[in-house]
């Protein structure tokens, strides 16, 4: 069983800049590609950026290239996720999720089985 905890949420103006920190649980994190989601009321969970397990490979949505970072530490079992540039459509509740690895990628969350309880960000105009 792997538990994820997510933190970094808050409020913040349009081009502002929000660092979303996700600490697992168990000895077995690089074996487990972690990505961060978000979602808002009404709409299904939306896939933000993904990192493999060694950190080696990243993809993000297009939405947010160029102003998002999805980072990891393998050492204190940390996935980050720094937020820069913020617009108000980037308000959601933001999820961080893992997998075990398998060698194919996948963006879409119901490929993902373990997730956080999620953070809320908020973008002001």
């Known amino acids: 069983q792997v538990q994820l905890v997510e933190s970094g949420g808050g409020l913040v103006q349009t081009g502002g800049s929000l660092r979303l920190s996700c600490v697992t649980s168990g000895r077995t994190f690089t074996t487990y590609v972690m990505a961060w989601f978000r979602q808002v009321p009404g709409k299904e969970r939306e896939f933000v950026a993904r990192i493999s397990s060694l950190g080696r490979s990243t993809d993000y949505a297009d939405s947010v290239k160029g102003r998002f970072t999805i980072s990891r530490d393998n050492v204190v079992n940390t996935v980050s996720l720094q937020m820069n540039s913020l617009k108000p459509e980037d308000t959601a509740v933001y999820y961080c999720?893992?997998?075990?690895?398998?060698?194919?990628?996948?963006?879409?969350?119901?490929?993902?089985?373990?997730w956080g309880q999620g953070t809320q960000v908020t973008v002001s105009s």
């Open positions: 999720a893992a997998r075990l690895s398998s060698g194919t990628y996948y963006n879409t969350a119901d490929k993902y089985t373990y």
